[in-house]
Protein backbone atom coordinates (compact mmCIF):
# COMPACT_ATOMS: atom_id res chain seq x y z
CA UNK A 1 0.00 0.00 0.00
CA UNK A 2 1.56 3.14 -0.60
CA UNK A 3 1.64 6.08 1.72
CA UNK A 4 2.38 8.57 -1.60
CA UNK A 5 -0.51 11.48 -1.37
CA UNK A 6 -0.15 11.72 -4.91
CA UNK A 7 -0.25 8.25 -5.54
CA UNK A 8 -3.60 7.96 -3.87
CA UNK A 9 -4.91 11.15 -5.34
CA UNK A 10 -4.06 9.98 -8.81
CA UNK A 11 -5.88 6.96 -7.90
CA UNK A 12 -8.71 8.58 -7.21
CA UNK A 13 -8.88 11.59 -9.96
CA UNK A 14 -8.79 8.37 -12.56
CA UNK A 15 -12.33 7.68 -11.46
CA UNK A 16 -13.93 10.77 -11.91
CA UNK A 17 -11.71 12.26 -14.53
CA UNK A 18 -10.32 10.63 -17.76
CA UNK A 19 -6.72 9.78 -16.98
CA UNK A 20 -6.47 11.84 -13.98
CA UNK A 21 -5.84 15.07 -15.36
CA UNK A 22 -7.53 18.03 -17.13
CA UNK A 23 -5.09 18.35 -19.72
CA UNK A 24 -2.51 15.29 -21.15
CA UNK A 25 0.34 16.18 -20.93
CA UNK A 26 0.09 16.45 -16.74
CA UNK A 27 -0.59 12.58 -16.48
CA UNK A 28 2.91 11.80 -17.04
CA UNK A 29 2.41 9.49 -19.54
CA UNK A 30 5.32 10.41 -21.59
CA UNK A 31 7.59 9.26 -18.79
CA UNK A 32 5.68 7.22 -16.72
CA UNK A 33 5.20 7.44 -13.01
CA UNK A 34 2.97 9.37 -11.01
CA UNK A 35 1.97 12.88 -11.32
CA UNK A 36 2.97 15.65 -8.61
CA UNK A 37 -0.76 16.99 -7.30
CA UNK A 38 0.67 20.39 -6.66
CA UNK A 39 -0.83 22.14 -3.19
CA UNK A 40 1.48 25.58 -3.02
CA UNK A 41 3.58 27.81 -5.25
CA UNK A 42 6.24 30.19 -4.35
CA UNK A 43 8.89 32.33 -6.20
CA UNK A 44 10.91 29.65 -7.73
CA UNK A 45 9.37 26.16 -6.24
CA UNK A 46 6.40 24.30 -5.98
CA UNK A 47 5.17 21.76 -3.20
CA UNK A 48 3.38 18.57 -3.89
CA UNK A 49 1.09 16.59 -1.81
CA UNK A 50 3.69 14.74 -0.15
CA UNK A 51 4.98 18.35 1.13
CA UNK A 52 8.43 17.70 -1.44
CA UNK A 53 9.75 20.81 -2.72
CA UNK A 54 10.83 21.24 -6.53
CA UNK A 55 12.80 23.54 -8.34
CA UNK A 56 9.89 24.25 -10.99
CA UNK A 57 11.00 24.85 -14.26
CA UNK A 58 7.59 24.75 -16.18
CA UNK A 59 5.88 28.33 -14.29
CA UNK A 60 2.47 27.02 -15.05
CA UNK A 61 3.67 26.08 -18.58
CA UNK A 62 5.27 29.81 -19.28
CA UNK A 63 2.90 32.56 -17.34
CA UNK A 64 4.51 32.36 -13.93
CA UNK A 65 7.94 34.55 -15.35
CA UNK A 66 7.94 37.03 -12.36
CA UNK A 67 7.83 33.81 -10.22
CA UNK A 68 4.92 32.14 -8.12
CA UNK A 69 2.38 34.04 -6.33
CA UNK A 70 4.22 36.96 -6.29
CA UNK A 71 3.27 39.43 -3.47
CA UNK A 72 1.99 41.77 -5.77
CA UNK A 73 0.36 39.52 -8.53
CA UNK A 74 -1.30 38.13 -5.16
CA UNK A 75 -2.64 41.57 -4.04
CA UNK A 76 -3.55 42.77 -7.30
CA UNK A 77 -5.96 39.76 -7.64
CA UNK A 78 -7.56 40.07 -3.84
CA UNK A 79 -8.04 43.44 -4.85
CA UNK A 80 -10.12 42.77 -8.20
CA UNK A 81 -11.93 39.77 -6.37
CA UNK A 82 -12.87 42.07 -3.99
CA UNK A 83 -14.84 44.40 -6.11
CA UNK A 84 -16.68 41.36 -7.28
CA UNK A 85 -15.65 38.48 -10.08
CA UNK A 86 -17.09 38.93 -13.40
CA UNK A 87 -19.73 41.43 -15.02
CA UNK A 88 -20.25 40.60 -18.31
CA UNK A 89 -19.97 44.04 -19.17
CA UNK A 90 -16.59 46.18 -20.33
CA UNK A 91 -14.26 47.25 -17.88
CA UNK A 92 -11.55 49.79 -17.30
CA UNK A 93 -8.98 47.34 -16.46
CA UNK A 94 -9.59 45.83 -20.52
CA UNK A 95 -8.98 49.45 -21.52
CA UNK A 96 -5.90 49.68 -19.58
CA UNK A 97 -4.81 46.15 -21.16
CA UNK A 98 -5.28 47.04 -24.47
CA UNK A 99 -3.64 49.96 -24.36
CA UNK A 100 -0.79 48.36 -23.23
CA UNK A 101 -0.79 45.19 -25.21
CA UNK A 102 -0.53 47.87 -27.90
CA UNK A 103 2.33 50.10 -26.93
CA UNK A 104 4.37 47.24 -25.99
CA UNK A 105 4.00 44.76 -29.02
CA UNK A 106 4.63 46.55 -32.34
CA UNK A 107 2.31 45.13 -34.60
CA UNK A 108 -0.61 45.34 -32.99
CA UNK A 109 -2.96 48.10 -33.09
CA UNK A 110 -6.07 46.70 -31.96
CA UNK A 111 -6.54 43.71 -29.88
CA UNK A 112 -9.15 41.19 -28.45
CA UNK A 113 -9.00 39.83 -24.98
CA UNK A 114 -10.29 36.19 -24.79
CA UNK A 115 -9.34 33.41 -21.99
CA UNK A 116 -6.95 30.69 -23.41
CA UNK A 117 -4.12 30.29 -26.34
CA UNK A 118 -6.43 28.12 -27.99
CA UNK A 119 -9.25 30.53 -28.31
CA UNK A 120 -6.86 33.26 -29.43
CA UNK A 121 -5.06 31.06 -31.90
CA UNK A 122 -8.78 29.34 -33.24
CA UNK A 123 -10.21 33.29 -33.72
CA UNK A 124 -6.99 34.73 -35.31
CA UNK A 125 -7.59 32.05 -38.02
CA UNK A 126 -11.00 32.63 -38.43
CA UNK A 127 -10.31 36.36 -39.13
CA UNK A 128 -7.57 35.54 -41.34
CA UNK A 129 -10.03 33.37 -43.28
CA UNK A 130 -13.00 36.05 -42.41
CA UNK A 131 -10.36 39.13 -43.85
CA UNK A 132 -8.94 37.39 -47.33
CA UNK A 133 -12.40 35.33 -48.05
CA UNK A 134 -9.39 32.38 -48.49
CA UNK A 135 -9.67 28.56 -46.52
CA UNK A 136 -6.53 27.08 -46.63
CA UNK A 137 -3.80 27.67 -44.05
CA UNK A 138 -0.27 27.13 -43.75
CA UNK A 139 1.15 25.50 -40.53
CA UNK A 140 4.64 23.57 -39.54
CA UNK A 141 5.04 20.01 -38.22
CA UNK A 142 5.68 20.22 -34.15
CA UNK A 143 4.25 23.80 -33.70
CA UNK A 144 1.06 23.70 -31.43
CA UNK A 145 -1.20 26.04 -31.84
CA UNK A 146 -3.99 24.36 -29.06
CA UNK A 147 -6.89 22.39 -29.93
CA UNK A 148 -9.29 23.87 -32.45
CA UNK A 149 -10.20 21.58 -35.37
CA UNK A 150 -8.38 22.90 -37.94
CA UNK A 151 -4.84 22.97 -36.56
CA UNK A 152 -4.91 19.30 -34.91
CA UNK A 153 -3.10 18.36 -38.15
CA UNK A 154 0.41 16.19 -38.73
CA UNK A 155 1.58 16.23 -42.75
CA UNK A 156 -0.20 14.46 -45.30
CA UNK A 157 2.21 11.10 -46.81
CA UNK A 158 3.38 12.89 -49.85
CA UNK A 159 4.76 15.83 -50.09
CA UNK A 160 2.42 19.57 -50.06
CA UNK A 161 -0.67 17.37 -49.51
CA UNK A 162 -2.76 18.04 -47.19
CA UNK A 163 -3.17 17.23 -44.03
CA UNK A 164 -4.29 14.07 -42.28
CA UNK A 165 -6.23 14.42 -38.43
CA UNK A 166 -3.73 13.97 -35.32
CA UNK A 167 -6.57 13.64 -32.89
CA UNK A 168 -10.37 11.66 -33.11
CA UNK A 169 -13.18 13.55 -33.77
CA UNK A 170 -11.65 16.15 -36.45
CA UNK A 171 -13.22 15.64 -39.71
CA UNK A 172 -11.11 14.84 -42.70
CA UNK A 173 -13.73 17.43 -44.33
CA UNK A 174 -11.99 20.28 -41.51
CA UNK A 175 -8.50 19.89 -42.27
CA UNK A 176 -8.33 19.17 -45.78
CA UNK A 177 -7.58 22.64 -45.85
CA UNK A 178 -4.17 22.58 -43.40
CA UNK A 179 -1.26 22.28 -45.44
CA UNK A 180 1.46 21.37 -42.99
CA UNK A 181 5.07 21.93 -43.69
CA UNK A 182 8.92 21.47 -42.19
CA UNK A 183 9.85 24.16 -39.62
CA UNK A 184 12.81 25.58 -41.27
CA UNK A 185 12.43 24.92 -44.75
CA UNK A 186 12.27 27.67 -46.83
CA UNK A 187 12.17 25.88 -50.11
CA UNK A 188 9.09 23.81 -49.51
CA UNK A 189 7.06 27.00 -48.52
CA UNK A 190 8.13 28.32 -51.50
CA UNK A 191 7.07 25.41 -53.64
CA UNK A 192 4.09 25.67 -50.98
CA UNK A 193 2.53 29.47 -52.27
CA UNK A 194 4.22 28.75 -55.51
CA UNK A 195 1.23 25.94 -55.75
CA UNK A 196 -1.27 27.33 -53.70
CA UNK A 197 -0.08 30.86 -53.38
CA UNK A 198 -3.70 32.25 -54.36
CA UNK A 199 -5.65 30.15 -52.25
CA UNK A 200 -3.73 30.63 -48.99
CA UNK A 201 -5.55 32.77 -46.21
CA UNK A 202 -2.17 32.67 -43.61
CA UNK A 203 1.04 31.30 -42.60
CA UNK A 204 0.85 30.55 -38.61
CA UNK A 205 3.99 29.81 -36.65
CA UNK A 206 5.12 29.52 -33.63
CA UNK A 207 8.41 32.10 -34.24
CA UNK A 208 10.24 29.95 -31.90
CA UNK A 209 8.74 26.48 -31.40
CA UNK A 210 8.48 25.24 -27.65
CA UNK A 211 5.99 22.73 -28.48
CA UNK A 212 8.85 20.70 -29.71
CA UNK A 213 10.99 20.85 -27.29
CA UNK A 214 12.96 24.27 -28.09
CA UNK A 215 13.43 24.78 -31.87
CA UNK A 216 14.74 28.08 -33.15
CA UNK A 217 13.29 29.53 -36.40
CA UNK A 218 15.82 30.82 -38.72
CA UNK A 219 16.15 34.58 -39.28
CA UNK A 220 15.86 33.30 -43.40
CA UNK A 221 12.74 31.21 -42.43
CA UNK A 222 10.75 33.77 -40.93
CA UNK A 223 11.85 36.35 -43.36
CA UNK A 224 10.72 34.39 -46.47
CA UNK A 225 7.67 33.78 -44.67
CA UNK A 226 6.61 37.62 -44.30
CA UNK A 227 7.98 38.22 -47.90
CA UNK A 228 5.77 35.32 -49.47
CA UNK A 229 2.84 35.76 -47.48
CA UNK A 230 2.53 39.59 -48.32
CA UNK A 231 3.56 38.82 -52.22
CA UNK A 232 0.42 36.27 -52.40
CA UNK A 233 -1.85 38.41 -50.38
CA UNK A 234 -2.05 35.77 -47.57
CA UNK A 235 -1.53 36.91 -43.36
CA UNK A 236 1.14 36.02 -41.31
CA UNK A 237 0.16 34.50 -38.04
CA UNK A 238 2.54 34.71 -35.18
CA UNK A 239 1.19 32.53 -32.34
CA UNK A 240 3.29 34.19 -29.76
CA UNK A 241 0.98 32.58 -27.05
CA UNK A 242 4.11 31.13 -25.36
CA UNK A 243 7.49 33.18 -26.50
CA UNK A 244 5.45 36.53 -26.48
CA UNK A 245 6.58 38.70 -23.62
CA UNK A 246 8.94 35.35 -22.75
CA UNK A 247 11.92 35.57 -25.26
CA UNK A 248 12.25 39.28 -24.91
CA UNK A 249 9.58 42.56 -24.19
CA UNK A 250 7.38 42.81 -27.19
CA UNK A 251 7.85 38.78 -28.00
CA UNK A 252 9.99 37.19 -30.73
CA UNK A 253 8.49 39.54 -33.54
CA UNK A 254 10.50 42.60 -31.48
CA UNK A 255 13.71 40.12 -31.11
CA UNK A 256 13.69 39.40 -34.75
CA UNK A 257 12.26 42.61 -35.90
CA UNK A 258 9.71 40.88 -38.15
CA UNK A 259 5.86 42.22 -38.58
CA UNK A 260 3.25 39.46 -38.56
CA UNK A 261 -0.76 40.42 -39.46
CA UNK A 262 -1.71 38.78 -36.39
CA UNK A 263 -0.42 38.05 -33.47
CA UNK A 264 -1.60 35.70 -30.88
CA UNK A 265 -0.79 36.20 -27.28
CA UNK A 266 -1.46 33.92 -23.80
CA UNK A 267 0.47 32.90 -20.78
CA UNK A 268 2.65 35.69 -19.37
CA UNK A 269 -0.45 38.48 -20.27
CA UNK A 270 -2.70 36.72 -18.23
CA UNK A 271 -0.02 36.00 -15.21
CA UNK A 272 -0.88 32.68 -14.05
CA UNK A 273 -5.24 33.85 -14.59
CA UNK A 274 -7.08 32.91 -18.01
CA UNK A 275 -6.34 35.83 -20.24
CA UNK A 276 -5.30 35.70 -23.73
CA UNK A 277 -5.47 37.82 -26.42
CA UNK A 278 -5.21 38.33 -30.40
CA UNK A 279 -4.40 41.38 -32.27
CA UNK A 280 -3.31 43.32 -35.68
CA UNK A 281 -3.53 45.99 -37.53
CA UNK A 282 -6.71 48.34 -36.74
CA UNK A 283 -7.91 47.43 -40.09
CA UNK A 284 -7.98 44.00 -39.86
CA UNK A 285 -9.49 43.86 -36.65
CA UNK A 286 -12.23 45.80 -37.70
CA UNK A 287 -13.08 42.70 -39.58
CA UNK A 288 -14.54 41.46 -36.08
CA UNK A 289 -17.92 41.26 -34.54
CA UNK A 290 -19.82 43.89 -33.79
CA UNK A 291 -18.19 45.67 -36.22
CA UNK A 292 -17.14 43.60 -39.13
CA UNK A 293 -18.33 40.26 -39.82
CA UNK A 294 -16.60 37.65 -38.30
CA UNK A 295 -17.82 35.96 -35.20
CA UNK A 296 -16.02 35.55 -31.29
CA UNK A 297 -17.18 36.24 -28.03
CA UNK A 298 -16.98 34.81 -24.76
CA UNK A 299 -18.79 35.05 -21.46
CA UNK A 300 -15.41 35.25 -19.56
CA UNK A 301 -13.22 37.70 -21.82
CA UNK A 302 -11.40 40.37 -20.16
CA UNK A 303 -12.68 38.96 -16.76
CA UNK A 304 -11.63 41.62 -14.24
CA UNK A 305 -9.94 39.48 -11.81
CA UNK A 306 -7.47 37.73 -14.19
CA UNK A 307 -7.17 41.20 -16.37
CA UNK A 308 -5.40 42.14 -12.79
CA UNK A 309 -3.46 39.55 -12.80
CA UNK A 310 -1.95 39.75 -15.92
CA UNK A 311 -1.58 43.85 -15.79
CA UNK A 312 0.66 43.71 -12.81
CA UNK A 313 2.55 40.56 -14.27
CA UNK A 314 3.40 42.72 -17.01
CA UNK A 315 4.10 46.04 -15.41
CA UNK A 316 6.54 43.97 -13.61
CA UNK A 317 8.51 42.64 -16.66
CA UNK A 318 8.82 46.34 -17.81
CA UNK A 319 11.41 46.58 -14.66
CA UNK A 320 14.84 47.54 -16.56
CA UNK A 321 17.09 44.79 -17.14
CA UNK A 322 13.80 42.08 -16.86
CA UNK A 323 14.95 40.23 -19.54
CA UNK A 324 18.59 40.61 -19.38
CA UNK A 325 18.24 38.97 -15.90
CA UNK A 326 16.01 36.34 -17.30
CA UNK A 327 18.01 34.88 -20.15
CA UNK A 328 21.08 35.20 -17.95
CA UNK A 329 19.45 32.66 -16.08
CA UNK A 330 18.37 30.64 -18.83
CA UNK A 331 22.43 30.94 -19.99
CA UNK A 332 23.33 29.59 -16.54
CA UNK A 333 21.44 26.46 -16.46
CA UNK A 334 21.70 25.72 -20.29
CA UNK A 335 25.64 25.97 -20.16
CA UNK A 336 25.87 24.56 -16.57
CA UNK A 337 24.06 21.20 -17.50
CA UNK A 338 25.76 20.99 -20.71
CA UNK A 339 29.14 21.12 -19.58
CA UNK A 340 27.56 18.62 -16.30
CA UNK A 341 26.71 16.31 -18.94
CA UNK A 342 30.34 16.51 -21.08
CA UNK A 343 31.94 16.25 -17.70
CA UNK A 344 30.08 12.76 -17.52
CA UNK A 345 30.36 12.13 -20.60
CA UNK A 346 26.76 11.68 -21.75
CA UNK A 347 25.06 13.04 -24.92
CA UNK A 348 23.30 16.02 -24.23
CA UNK A 349 23.05 20.03 -25.30
CA UNK A 350 20.82 22.92 -24.13
CA UNK A 351 19.99 26.28 -25.65
CA UNK A 352 17.74 28.97 -24.65
CA UNK A 353 16.30 32.29 -25.73
CA UNK A 354 14.76 34.54 -23.40
CA UNK A 355 13.61 32.81 -20.37
CA UNK A 356 12.38 29.85 -22.50
CA UNK A 357 15.30 27.14 -22.60
CA UNK A 358 15.59 23.35 -24.18
CA UNK A 359 17.32 20.20 -22.97
CA UNK A 360 18.08 17.85 -25.53
CA UNK A 361 20.08 14.20 -25.25
CA UNK A 362 21.78 14.55 -28.64
CA UNK A 363 24.57 16.37 -30.44
CA UNK A 364 23.15 19.36 -31.57
CA UNK A 365 20.15 21.29 -30.55
CA UNK A 366 17.52 19.95 -33.47
CA UNK A 367 16.42 22.51 -36.21
CA UNK A 368 13.10 20.52 -37.21
CA UNK A 369 10.51 17.55 -35.61
CA UNK A 370 12.14 14.99 -37.53
CA UNK A 371 15.42 16.04 -35.39
CA UNK A 372 13.97 16.73 -32.66
CA UNK A 373 12.35 13.12 -32.54
CA UNK A 374 15.63 11.39 -33.05
CA UNK A 375 16.74 12.57 -29.65
CA UNK A 376 17.46 9.91 -26.85
CA UNK A 377 13.75 9.84 -24.96
CA UNK A 378 14.68 7.02 -22.84
CA UNK A 379 17.92 8.64 -21.45
CA UNK A 380 15.36 11.66 -21.09
CA UNK A 381 12.95 9.95 -19.13
CA UNK A 382 15.57 8.41 -16.83
CA UNK A 383 16.95 12.17 -16.23
CA UNK A 384 13.43 13.52 -15.92
CA UNK A 385 12.78 10.89 -12.47
CA UNK A 386 16.23 11.09 -11.60
CA UNK A 387 16.10 15.05 -11.44
CA UNK A 388 12.12 14.71 -9.95
CA UNK A 389 13.97 12.65 -7.18
CA UNK A 390 16.75 15.49 -6.44
CA UNK A 391 13.48 18.01 -6.13
CA UNK A 392 13.81 19.63 -9.42
CA UNK A 393 11.14 19.64 -11.75
CA UNK A 394 11.79 19.96 -15.16
CA UNK A 395 9.05 19.19 -18.44
CA UNK A 396 7.45 15.79 -18.23
CA UNK A 397 7.85 15.26 -21.86
CA UNK A 398 10.63 15.47 -24.24
CA UNK A 399 9.03 17.46 -26.38
CA UNK A 400 8.57 20.25 -24.05
CA UNK A 401 10.22 23.31 -23.39
CA UNK A 402 11.20 24.77 -20.34
CA UNK A 403 10.80 28.27 -18.32
CA UNK A 404 12.87 30.40 -16.12
CA UNK A 405 11.28 32.94 -13.80
CA UNK A 406 12.41 36.21 -12.09
CA UNK A 407 13.11 34.05 -9.22
CA UNK A 408 15.81 31.25 -10.26
CA UNK A 409 18.78 33.07 -9.39
CA UNK A 410 21.99 32.19 -9.74
CA UNK A 411 21.75 30.03 -6.58
CA UNK A 412 18.96 27.97 -7.81
CA UNK A 413 20.31 27.28 -11.15
CA UNK A 414 23.58 26.17 -9.85
CA UNK A 415 22.29 24.01 -6.73
CA UNK A 416 19.83 22.79 -10.07
CA UNK A 417 23.26 22.35 -11.70
CA UNK A 418 24.55 20.49 -9.00
CA UNK A 419 21.65 17.86 -8.82
CA UNK A 420 22.41 16.92 -12.72
CA UNK A 421 26.31 16.72 -12.04
CA UNK A 422 24.84 13.47 -10.16
CA UNK A 423 22.34 12.25 -12.09
CA UNK A 424 23.92 12.71 -15.61
CA UNK A 425 27.29 10.54 -13.32
CA UNK A 426 24.34 7.65 -13.36
CA UNK A 427 23.25 7.77 -17.00
CA UNK A 428 26.69 7.36 -18.90
N1 LIG B 1 -0.17 28.23 -28.86
C1 LIG B 1 0.98 27.89 -28.27
C2 LIG B 1 2.27 28.26 -28.93
C3 LIG B 1 0.98 27.20 -27.07
O1 LIG B 1 2.15 26.86 -26.50
C4 LIG B 1 -0.26 26.86 -26.47
C5 LIG B 1 -0.34 26.11 -25.16
N2 LIG B 1 0.77 25.51 -24.70
C6 LIG B 1 -1.43 27.24 -27.12
C7 LIG B 1 -1.36 27.93 -28.31
C8 LIG B 1 -2.77 26.92 -26.54
O2 LIG B 1 -2.99 27.65 -25.37
P1 LIG B 1 -4.03 27.17 -24.27
O3 LIG B 1 -3.46 25.93 -23.67
O4 LIG B 1 -4.10 28.33 -23.32
O5 LIG B 1 -5.32 26.93 -24.97
Not at 66 to 75: L, R, S, T
Not at 208 to 214: E, R
Request: a negative charge; hydrophobic letters at 45%.
Amino acid sequence: MTTSQNDILFARAQKTTPGGVNSPVRAFRSVGGTPRFITRAEGPYFWDADGKRYIDYIGSWGPAIVGHAHPEVIKAVQDAAALGLSFGAPTEGEVLMAEEITRLVPSIEQVRLVSSGTEATMSALRLARGATGRDKIVKFEGCYHGHADSLLVKAGSGLLTFGNPTSAGVPEDFVKHTLVLDYNNVEQLKDAFDSFGSEIACVIVEPVAGNMNLVKATPAFLQAMRELCTQHGALLIFDEVMCGFRVALGGAQALYGIKPDLTALGKVIGGGMPVAAFGGSAALMQHMAPIGAVYQAGTLSGNPVAVAAGMTTLKLIQQPGFYQRLEASAKRLAEGLSAAAKEAGVTFCADYVGGMFGLYFSETPPTTYAEMMAGDRSKFNTFFHAMLDEGVYFAPAAFEAGFVSAQHDDAIIDATIDAARKVFATLK
